[in-house]
Each structure stands twice: as structure tokens, then as C-alpha cells.
Nanobody, 123 residues
């Protein structure tokens, strides 16, 4: 079992930055690929970024390439999403997820989810 808790969301102006964190419980964290998804009201949950268990392989959706960076610290059981050059269209709830395959953009392939953290970007 892996429990995930996100933090770091908030309100920021367009062009600003935020860093999201996802703290995981469980001794098997380093065995899982980790990902960030986001979901706006009334829309499907969409893939943002993923990182392999080793941290050496990364994968991003096109809309965030060059602006967002996913990383992990297996010693701290934590995965991060550094978000720079934020845009109003990045406003939504962000979720972290854990799964056994990489890279996977399909949400149904992930086994564990956090509760989400709200990111709001004002124009």
C-alpha cells in the first residue's frame, strides 16, 4: 500500500512559479513510477508528467514541456513538480499518482492517488 499526500498548491500570478510536493508512505515508494495529473471541473483527468522509479527517465505532456520539471527524492519518499512560467490555463487541481509502469499517460494504469492540491493562476 502507498498513501500519497500532495502539498504546495496556491494562488500565483501568471508567469510565476510553484513547487508541488507529494509525500508517500510505505517502504516500496522507490519501486513505483510516479506521475502528476490535473483535472479541471467537468473535464477528464489529464496526464502532466511522469518519472521512473530511478528518477533517470522523465516524460511530459507537450503543453508543459520546458516549463514544468518532475523530480523525486527516494530517500524522502517524495516527488516534486516544479512549475515555472505558469499560465491561467494551468489553473486546476493537481494529483500525484503511483504505478508500476513507465511511461504511462492513462490514469487507469495508476494504482494509488493523492487527494489533490489546487493551483490557481491569475492573469
Amino acid at each position: 500500500q502507498v498513501q500519497l499526500v500532495e502539498s504546495g498548491g496556491g494562488l500565483v500570478q501568471a508567469g510565476g512559479s510553484l513547487r508541488l510536493s507529494c509525500a508517500a508512505s510505505g517502504r516500496t515508494f522507490s519501486s513505483y513510477a510516479m506521475a502528476w495529473f490535473r483535472q479541471a471541473p467537468g473535464k477528464e483527468r489529464e496526464f502532466v508528467a511522469a518519472i521512473k522509479w530511478s528518477g533517470k527517465s522523465l516524460y511530459y505532456t507537450d503543453s508543459v514541456k520546458g516549463r514544468f520539471t518532475i523530480s523525486r527524492d527516494n530517500a524522502k519518499n517524495t516527488v516534486y513538480l516544479q512549475m515555472n512560467s505558469l499560465k491561467p490555463e494551468d489553473t486546476t487541481v493537481y494529483y500525484c499518482a503511483a504505478g508500476l509502469s513507465f511511461p504511462v499517460v492513462t490514469r487507469t494504469r495508476y494504482d494509488y492517488w493523492g487527494q489533490g492540491t489546487q493551483v490557481t493562476v491569475s492573469s
